[in-house]
C-alpha cells in the first residue's frame, strides 16, 4: 500500500541517467527560485510605513529614501552573487564563499544561518498565505494552523516530485503575480504622471516632520530589508541550471533582482503618491491595487494572485534548502543522508527536513510568525556580509578582470548588510536575541558531526596498502538464541553447526510457566544430545539483559582460546510485510542490545512463511 501510495504522490522513479531532464530553463529557475523574493514586495513597503506612521503621516515620505537604499544595497548583493555563481559554481553560496575566504567557522556561521532562515521562509510564507485565505473565507480562522500544515505537505510532496514538476506547478502563480504587479504598477504609474490621479501624499519630499531622527530611520530601514529575502537562493542552486550553468544562473539572478527592484519602487512610489497608510483591515498592496483597479475585476485578481505568491513562496526554501544542506553534508557537517537522492533525484532528506522544520515553527508560534520577520532578516544579512566580504578577499586574492571595480561592488554590499545586522541587533533585540542562541549550538552540532566522521574514517583508513593485516582465528564459537523448538530453531541450529567449530543453544526461562519451560529444554535435548543446551533463569521477565551477561561470559572465553563468538538469532518472516506487527520484535530488541558489544559478531537466520 506503501509503495502504490508513494508512486501516486511523487511518481514512477527515475534513472540516474535522467538527471539532466530535471535541469531548469531560466524561465523555469525564475518560477522556482523568485517566489520568496518577489513575494517580500507584498510587505517590504509596509514594514517600512508601519515603522514611520508610528511617528506621524508626514514621517511616510521618508519611504522613498529608505526604499532608494534598499535598492542600492539590491543592486550590491546581486552583483556579488553574479561573482559568486561564476567563481563557486558548485552551489552553496554564501557558505561556500565564506568557508574558503574566512575560515570554515564563518562558513558555518553562514550555512546555519541561511538553514534556520529557509525554515523561517517556509513558515513565515505559509502563514501569510494561510492568512489571506482566512481573510477571504473567515469561517476558516479557527484552522489557520492545520490549513498551513497541510501547505507545507502538499509544497513537500511536490518537490519530491522533483524539480521539473514544481516547477512547472510554480510556472502559473509566479508569472500571474508578475503580470498583475507589472499591470498595477504601469496603470498606476501613467494615471499619476499624466494628472489623471491626484496626488495625495501627506508630506512634500524634503519636508521637515518634527521629532524625525537618525533611529526611527535606520528602524525603517531595518525593517524594509525584508525585501531582499530570498536573492541568494539562485547561487545556492546553481547545479540545478541547464548548461550552460553559471550563465543562466547569473542571467536568472539578474531578470529576479530586475522584477525586484521595479515592483519595490514602483509600490513604494504609488503607495506615497496615493497617500496611502498601513492599516490592520487592508493591506498596503491592497491600497494599492484599489486605488488603481478600483473594485472591480482586476483587482480580485491582484488580490489572488499575492495570496498564491505568498503560498507558494515557500517553494524557494524548498529548492535552496536541499543543496546547502547537501553542501555541508559533503563537507562532514551534516548527516551523509543528506547527500542522497531520492526516487526522482532530488535531496528528498533535505526536503524533508525542512518540511518538519517549518511544521515546527507554525506549531510553536501558533501560525502568526510575522513578529519573526527580524530574525528572518538576520538570517539573511548575516550570510550577505559574510559572503559579500569573502568576496573583496577572493578578488585581493585572485586579481584578475577588473578585480578592483568588482570588490568595490563587494565592499559597498559588506558595508551597509553590516550595518543592516547591526541595525537589527539594536533596534530589534526583542525579536532576534534567538539568533544569539540557535547559531552556538548549531556551530557546536556542525563541529560534533564533523568530528564523529573524522573519527570514523582514521579508524577505518588502511595504513598502507598491502599492508593490511589480518588477525588468524582458531575457531568459532556460535551461540544460537532458543526461544522453543521449531523449524526456525532446527534452521538455525543446522546453520551454526555449519560456520561453528562448537555450538551453544541458549534460553532464557520465566517463572511465569515452569512446565512449559521444561518442556522445552527436554525436547531441545532429545532433537539435539550433541548441542549444550544452557537454560537462564530470569526472575524479571528480562530478555536482553541475561542474553548479554551470557554472551559476555562466552565472548571473554574464546578470545582466550582466539576463536570468533558469532551470537545467531533466529527469525521467521511473515508472507506480508504487514503481518510483522502482529508479531513481538524480540529479535530487533535482541541484536540492537548486542550490537553494542564490539568482541560480538551478530547475525540473524531467517525463516521466510510461505502462507
Known amino acids: 500500500m506503501w509503495r502504490y501510495l508513494k508512486r501516486l504522490l511523487i511518481g514512477k522513479p527515475l534513472k540516474t541517467l535522467d538527471e539532466g531532464g530535471q535541469s531548469l530553463t531560466k524561465f523555469r529557475a525564475l518560477a522556482l527560485l523568485s517566489s520568496d523574493a518577489l513575494s517580500s514586495i507584498a510587505y ?41 555563481i561564476q567563481a563557486y559554481p558548485s552551489g552553496g553560496g554564501a557558505y561556500v564563499v565564506a568557508s574558503t575566504n574566512w575560515g570554515r567557522s564563518a562558513g558555518l556561521v553562514a550555512g546555519g544561518s541561511l538553514l534556520v532562515d529557509y525554515m523561517l521562509t517556509v513558515a513565515v510564507s505559509v502563514t501569510s498565505g494561510t492568512e489571506a485565505i482566512t481573510s477571504a473565507i473567515p469561517s476558516l480562522h479557527p484552522y489557520a494552523v492545520p490549513i498551513a500544515i497541510l501547505i507545507v505537505i502538499a509544497i513537500m510532496a511536490l518537490n519530491l516530485r522533483g524539480l521539473r514538476d ?8 509566479v508569472y500571474f503575480f508578475i503580470i498583475m504587479i507589472t499591470i498595477m504598477v504601469g496603470i498606476g504609474f501613467f494615471n499619476i504622471v499624466t494628472g489623471r490621479v491626484a496626488m495625495h501624499a501627506a508630506a512634500s519630499v524634503g519636508a521637515s516632520v518634527p521629532g524625525m ?12 530589508s525584508s525585501s531582499l529575502t530570498g536573492v541568494e537562493a539562485i547561487s545556492n542552486a546553481v547545479p540545478n541550471f541547464k548548461r550552460p550553468r553559471r550563465k543562466n544562473a547569473a542571467n536568472t539572478l539578474a531578470i529576479m533582482a530586475l522584477i525586484l527592484a521595479v515592483f519595490f519602487a514602483g509600490i513604494t512610489f504609488l503607495s506615497y503618491a496615493g497617500g496611502i497608510l498601513p492599516n490592520s483591515q487592508q493591506t498596503v498592496l491592497s491600497q ?9 475585476l482586476f483587482f480580485y485578481l491582484l488580490q489572488l494572485s499575492t495570496a498564491l505568491i505568498l503560498a507558494v513562496a515557500a517553494n524557494t526554501g524548498f529548492s535552496a534548502f536541499p543543496m546547502l544542506a547537501y553542501n555541508l553534508a559533503k563537507d562532514k557537517y ?14 528528498s532528506n533535505g526536503i524533508i527536513s525542512l518540511a518538519v522544520g517549518a511544521i515546527v515553527l507554525i506549531l510553536i508560534f501558533h501560525g ?7 530574525l528572518y532578516a538576520v538570517g539573511v544579512f548575516v550570510p550577505f556580509t559574510l559572503s559579500q566580504s569573502g568576496m573583496i578577499i577572493h578578488w585581493f586574492r585572485e586579481r584578475t578582470g577588473h578585480w578592483l571595480l568588482k570588490s568595490s561592488a563587494n565592499l559597498l554590499g559588506a558595508a551597509l548588510s553590516f550595518g543592516l545586522v547591526v541595525c537589527l541587533f539594536f533596534l530589534h533585540f526583542g525579536n532576534v536575541w534567538p539568533y544569539l542562541i540557535v547559531m552556538p549550538v548549531l556551530l557546536r552540532l556542525f563541529y560534533k558531526i564533523h568530528q564523529h566522521y573524522v573519527k570514523v574514517a582514521k579508524q577505518l583508513r588502511i595504513a598502507a596498502k598491502g599492508k593490511v593485516q589480518l588477525h588468524d582465528y582458531d575457531g568459532s564459537t556460535v551461540i544460537v538464541l532458543v526461544s522453543n523448538v521449531t523449524r526456525v530453531t532446527a534452521g538455525a541450529i543446522n546453520y551454526a553447526r555449519s560456520i561453528g567449530d562448537y555450538v551453544i543453544a541458549m534460553h532464557v526461562s520465566f517463572d511465569a510457566d515452569p512446565k512449559k519451560e521444561h518442556k522445552t529444554a527436554v525436547e531441545f535435548k532429545a532433537e539435539y544430545p550433541d548441542v549444550r543446551f544452557v537454560d537462564i533463569h530470569s526472575s524479571y521477565r528480562s530478555i536482553a539483559n541475561p542474553t548479554l551477561r551470557f554472551c559476555d561470559v562466552i565472548a571473554r572465553r574464546a578470545a582466550e582460546r582466539n576463536y570468533t563468538t558469532t551470537v545467531l538469532v533466529p527469525q521467521f518472516v511473515p508472507r506480508r510485510p504487514w503481518q ?13 542490545a548486542l550490537n553494542s558489544r564490539e568482541n560480538i559478531i551478530v547475525s540473524t537466520y531467517h525463516y521466510h512463511l510461505n502462507e
Open 44 to 84: 517590504g513597503t509596509e514594514q517600512i510605513t508601519s515603522v514611520l506612521l508610528v511617528l506621524s503621516a508626514a514621517a511616510t515620505w521618508y519611504a522613498l529614501p529608505v526604499a532608494g537604499i534598499v535598492l542600492i544595497l539590491l543592486f550590491a548583493i546581486t552583483l556579488s552573487y553574479r561573482q559568486i
Open 166 to 173: 514544481s516547477a512547472s506547478f510554480l510556472t502559473f502563480p
Open 213 to 224: 531622527t537618525l533611529v526611527l530611520f535606520l528602524k525603517a530601514l531595518s525593517s524594509g
Open 288 to 296: 494599492v491595487g484599489e486605488m488603481v483597479f478600483g473594485h472591480g
Open 334 to 347: 551534516m548527516p551523509h543522508a543528506y547527500m542522497d537522492r531520492g526516487d526522482r533525484l532530488g535531496y
Open 368 to 374: 502568526q510568525t510575522s513578529l519573526l520577520i527580524p
Open 580 to 592: 510483522n506487527i502482529l508479531h513481538n520484535q524480540t529479535g530487533l530488541r535482541l541484536r540492537a
